[in-house]
């Protein structure tokens, strides 16, 4: 069974995380400008940005914005880069 849990989380420059899960598989997310809206249009700000982290396997930040973690690995298991557009 796939475990969806994410273990580490870094922010990177230009809208990008990396991510490494439980089972060792790493690899980026990229937020494009055309995703920032809604509930992400928070993620636009550099200094809120560079707040996430990862609690209880998922990519978080305040304000209960998060990330689905496993289209997140099934994409970087993919492609290596799960890109937000």
Avoid at 15 to 21: A, E
Avoid at 54 to 59: D, P
Avoid at 71 to 81: D, K, L, S
């Amino acid at each position: 069974m796939i475990s969806y849990d994410v273990v580490k989380v870094t922010a990177l420059p230009s809208r990008r995380l990396s991510v490494r899960f439980a089972d060792g598989l790493s690899g980026q997310v990229e937020f494009r400008d055309t995703h920032l809206f809604g509930v992400f249009a928070a993620l636009r700000d550099p200094e809120f940005f560079a707040q996430v982290h990862c609690k209880q396997g998922f990519v978080e930040w305040p304000g209960d914005i998060d990330l689905a973690p496993d289209a997140m690995y099934e994409e970087i298991r993919a492609r290596g880069v799960w890109v937000l557009e």
